[in-house]
Structures are given as C-alpha cells and as structure tokens.
C-alpha cells in the first residue's frame, strides 16, 4: 500500500514562513487530488488548500494570499508554502489524498483516504 511521508513544520515567529512537504511512496498510477488539512488543539480538522492533477487550487479562506499549495506530479508530492504566519495558524498540519491508483506488482489498486503522520507547526514570538 501507499503511504504518506510529510517533512517540513517547526517553529517560526509571527510574519515568517515555512514549507511543508509530503511525499507519496510506492508505484503511484493516478493520484487526482492531493491536499492539506490542519488540527488546532480543540478544535477540529479543517481543510487548508486542495490541488488537483491539473493544477486547479482550493483554499480556505483564512489562508488565501498568504499560502501556496504546489503539486509535483511525476514525484508524487505535493507542497505547501506558508508565508505571512499568523499565531492562528498554528496547528498539526495533515496531508491528504482522497484517493490514488497504485500498482501492487501484480493488478492495479484503489486506496482511499490517506493520510499523513502530520506535522506540527508553531506561530509564536
């Protein structure tokens, strides 16, 4: 099966920026839609920004101007540039695919809402 490997987050001061990464593993077919949700503590999970394999973006409204959400479709990644952070913003930020065609080395297969092991990012002076 297919798994979700994120890099990037940390700890940064109001106004700074960060990228976050992720990466899918494994002998990817066809992946549609790939994004990025966040989790604030007690709170619930909440989309940020969404792409499809044709480029077409998503955002919340909370982030729109401020972050970027890129794709690489023949590395199967999918990035997300956070610029002008906010102490809001902070959160563990979760990659997601709704869905993706692998090859398992014998047939093709579906697998249905991935997740990465999410990242944490801090806004904070």
């Known amino acids: 099966q297919v798994q979700l490997v994120e890099s990037g987050g940390g700890l940064v001061q109001p106004g700074g920026s960060l990228r976050l990464s992720c990466a899918a593993s494994?002998?990817?077919?066809?992946?549609?839609?790939m994004g990025w949700y966040r989790q604030a503590p007690g709170k619930q999970r909440e989309l940020v920004a969404t792409?499809?394999?044709?480029?077409?973006?998503n955002y919340a409204d909370s982030v729109k101007g401020r972050f970027t959400i890129s794709r690489d479709n023949a590395k199967n990644t999918v990035a997300l540039q956070m610029n002008g952070l906010k102490p809001e913003d902070t959160a563990v930020y979760y990659c997601?695919?709704?869905?993706?065609?692998?090859?398992?080395?014998?047939?093709?297969?579906?697998?249905?809402?991935?997740w990465g092991q999410g990242t944490q990012v801090t806004v904070s002076s």
């Open positions: 997601n695919v709704p869905l993706l065609t692998y090859f398992t080395g014998t047939y093709y297969a579906d697998q249905y809402d991935l």
């Open positions: 494994g002998t990817i077919f066809l992946i549609n839609s």
């Open positions: 792409i499809t394999n044709t480029g077409s973006t």
